[in-house]
């Protein structure tokens, strides 16, 4: 049981350049969240997502788009990357007992 | 407007010292409330939650946090700090719009 996961680890994008955050859960959870983590700012929340076919956005959601075709999947979008993108990602689900969220490892991102 | 505030950025003690970390909330209803803590490259982990009922929660690793309504506070304690404490510490308000609002973090630090 892998519980949540996330890739790539790390990546650095040049301003402009595309590319999509994995994360996938093994848990059969029905919400998903995305999360960005800058420092002295605690986690704000990007998108989130109660069931597959259904998102929403989050307190942050400019510049960032999601999906969730299947209940397992909820990559994240950033389409023209720039360097206020740079910042920890992470990604987040829950079950029956919604309120508490488990975390996936995080996706470092610099925007350059 | 819920919010969510670690009144302490940076906290050091030494290895077998106690431990509090501090949480105020803002929230109009009864609050869910929680510990996350993170470590260094990690994604969080939970620590505690407190729902309702007994205003003294356990949680892993030794940890216990205590809940006051009329103080709208909900701090973390530990009486023995282990080496391995060292981390960020996050305390976290779920809000019935499905979401978490996290504080922005206390990290610890632990002398040998």
């Known amino acids: 049981n892998a519980g949540v996961t996330q890739t790539p680890k790390f990546r650095i994008l040049k301003i402009g350049q595309s590319m999509t955050l994995q994360c996938t859960q093994d848990?059969?959870?029905?919400?998903m969240y995305w999360y960005r983590q800058d420092p002295g700012m605690g986690l704000k929340l990007i998108y989130y997502?109660?069931?597959?076919?259904?998102?929403d956005k989050g307190e942050v959601p400019n510049g960032y788009n999601v999906s969730r075709s299947t209940t397992e999947d909820f990559p994240l979008r950033l389409e023209l990357a720039a360097p206020s993108q740079t910042s920890v990602y992470f990604c987040?689900?829950?079950?029956?007992?919604?309120?508490?969220?488990?975390f996936g490892p995080g996706t470092r991102l610099l925007v350059l | 407007a819920q919010s969510v505030t670690q009144p302490d950025i940076h906290i050091t003690v030494s290895e077998g010292a106690s431990l509090e970390l501090r949480c105020n909330y803002s929230?109009?209803?009864?609050?869910?409330l929680f510990w996350y803590v993170q470590s260094p490259g990690q994604g969080l982990q939970l620590l505690l939650k407190?729902?309702?009922?007994?205003?003294l929660v356990q949680g892993i690793k030794g940890f216990e946090a205590e809940f006051k309504r009329s103080q709208s506070s909900f701090n973390l304690r530990k009486p023995s700090v282990h080496w391995s404490d060292a981390a960020e510490y996050f305390c976290?308000?779920?809000?019935?719009?499905?979401?978490?609002?996290f504080g922005t973090g206390t990290r610890l630090q632990v002398f040998p």
């Open positions: 997502s109660v069931g597959a076919g259904i998102t």
């Open positions: 976290a308000l779920y809000i019935n719009t499905d979401k978490l609002i």
């Open positions: 987040a689900s829950s079950g029956r007992s919604q309120e508490t969220q488990y």
């Open positions: 407190y729902f309702s009922g007994d205003t």
């Open positions: 848990m059969n959870h029905n919400y």
């Open positions: 929230y109009g209803a009864t609050p869910y």
